[in-house]
């Protein structure tokens, strides 16, 4: 069965503070691994990572894939209170177009 | 680019009645889209795919008669709830495809009472 894993569930730190979001998987007809993130309304879109070892950076955040261990790690550095969301992990896979199977998510509070 | 919109952001209707969600890519084409529907705490469930000109494919256990979409172009996809009922308030959140990413609309509260 396919299927994605996320740790921690929850996460609490302190500002300045670096944090690393865990997301493994078992698919089929592996794609990419998507990284979103989730305020109050819907996922906004992250990094999309479809080769191994290529790391992705915006800004504070970076995000690499290991497709031969099957995961793939969200990084975010000095963090700010700004950051305090839901972070969802996305496989997407062969079965349909586009179709995407996601992670529980990560929910990260940042205290001042 | 890339901006996905979507309308109403939040409805309260009547149990019995029917509530149509539309969803527009607004800068690209979309063949394809995607409807959600998110309970509290919980992470996303794919209810359909929207395909531009052909019959959704729906997830099993969501019923296709309660949940009619309708993706009659390019830009466009509606999700109508027929004969809503409390069971049904949830959030509901779409999304469109564009090269091997998709792009979530900023979702639609739906409370039936």
């Known amino acids: 069965e396919d299927k994605v894993v996320q740790s921690p569930l929850s996460l609490v730190v302190h500002e300045g503070d670096t944090v690393t979001l865990n997301c493994s998987y078992e698919?089929?007809?592996?794609?990419?691994l998507l990284w979103y993130k989730q305020e109050k309304k819907a996922p906004t879109f992250l990094f999309m990572l479809?080769?191994?070892?290529i790391e992705k950076k915006s800004g504070r955040l970076s995000s690499i894939l290991d497709k031969k261990e099957l995961f793939s790690i969200l990084n975010i550095t000095a963090t700010q209170t700004g950051d305090s969301a839901v972070y969802l992990c996305?496989?997407?896979?062969?079965?349909?177009?586009?179709?995407?199977?996601f992670g529980k998510g990560t929910k990260l509070s940042v205290k001042p | 680019g890339a901006v996905v919109s979507q309308h109403p952001s939040w409805v309260i209707c009547k149990s019995g009645t029917s509530v149509k969600i539309e969803c527009r890519s607004l800068?690209?084409?979309?063949?394809?889209m995607f409807w959600y529907r998110q309970f509290p705490k919980q992470s996303l469930m794919l209810m359909a795919t929207?395909?531009?000109?052909?019959?959704?494919?729906?997830e099993q256990g969501v019923e296709k008669d309660k949940f009619l979409i309708n993706h009659a172009s390019l830009t466009l996809s509606t999700l109508t709830v027929t004969s809503a009922h409390p069971e049904d308030s949830s959030f509901y959140i779409c999304?469109?495809?564009?090269?091997?990413?998709?792009?979530f609309g900023p979702g639609t509260r739906l409370t039936v009472l």
């Open positions: 999304s469109a495809e564009e090269v091997d990413t998709q792009y």
């Open positions: 698919v089929t007809n592996f794609r990419s």
């Open positions: 479809t080769s191994s070892g």
């Open positions: 996305a496989v997407n896979y062969g079965g349909s177009q586009g179709n995407l199977i």
């Open positions: 800068d690209f084409q979309a063949t394809t």
């Open positions: 929207s395909n531009e000109g052909s019959k959704a494919t729906y």
